[in-house]
C-alpha cells in the first residue's frame, strides 16, 4: 500500500513537470506573462514615419524580456496618433508622435503599465 502512494507520488511530481516543461516550449520561460499565452501585439496602421514628426526616446527600468517590450510598445500603441517601439538591448522605446506631446503623458503611459520611465528626450527633426 505504501508503494502504491510513492508511485502516484511520483506520476504527479513527472506530469506536473511535463506540463512545465511544454508550457515553456509554447510560451517561452519569459519574466512575465509565464502563466499565460503572450499578449497579441498591437498593430499600428500608419507605419510612415514621415507622418510622425516626433520623435521621443524613452528610457525605460524594468524591461527584461520581449513580453515586457511587447507590453510597453502596446500600452502606448493604444493611444491615438502613437507608433511605439521597444529595444530590449538599448533598454529604450522609441516614440513616434503625429503631435507634440507632453514628456509626463508619455511617461505616464509606460509607468501605468508597470515599468519605470527614466528619462524622455524629443529628438531633433
Given at each position: 500500500?505504501?508503494?502504491?502512494?510513492?508511485?502516484?507520488?511520483?506520476?504527479?511530481?513527472?506530469?506536473?513537470?511535463?506540463?512545465?516543461?511544454v508550457?515553456?516550449?509554447?510560451?517561452?520561460?519569459?519574466?512575465?506573462?509565464?502563466?499565460?499565452?503572450?499578449?497579441?501585439?498591437?498593430?499600428?496602421?500608419?507605419?510612415?514615419?514621415?507622418?510622425?514628426?516626433?520623435?521621443?526616446?524613452?528610457?525605460?527600468?524594468?524591461?527584461?524580456?520581449?513580453?515586457?517590450t511587447?507590453?510597453?510598445?502596446n500600452?502606448?500603441?493604444?493611444?491615438?496618433?502613437i507608433?511605439?517601439?521597444?529595444?530590449?538591448?538599448?533598454?529604450?522605446?522609441?516614440?513616434?508622435?503625429?503631435?507634440?506631446?507632453?514628456?509626463?503623458?508619455?511617461?505616464k503611459?509606460?509607468s501605468?503599465?508597470?515599468?519605470?520611465?527614466?528619462?524622455?528626450?524629443?529628438?531633433?527633426?
Amino acid at each position: 500500500m505504501g508503494t502504491f502512494f510513492v508511485i502516484l507520488i511520483l506520476l504527479l511530481v513527472a506530469a506536473l513537470a511535463v506540463k512545465s516543461i511544454v508550457h515553456r516550449i509554447r510560451h517561452g520561460s519569459a519574466c512575465c506573462g509565464e502563466r499565460d499565452a503572450p499578449e497579441k501585439k498591437i498593430k499600428v496602421a500608419d507605419k510612415n514615419k514621415e507622418n510622425y514628426p516626433y520623435t521621443y526616446i524613452m528610457s525605460v527600468d524594468g524591461m527584461h524580456c520581449s513580453n515586457c517590450t511587447r507590453h510597453v510598445e502596446n500600452a502606448l500603441n493604444k493611444t491615438e496618433g502613437i507608433w511605439a517601439t521597444a529595444s530590449l538591448e538599448k533598454k529604450s522605446v522609441t516614440i513616434r508622435s503625429k503631435k507634440q506631446l507632453e514628456k509626463t503623458v508619455l511617461e505616464k503611459i509606460v509607468s501605468t503599465s508597470g515599468y519605470t520611465p527614466l528619462s524622455t528626450v524629443l529628438q531633433d527633426s
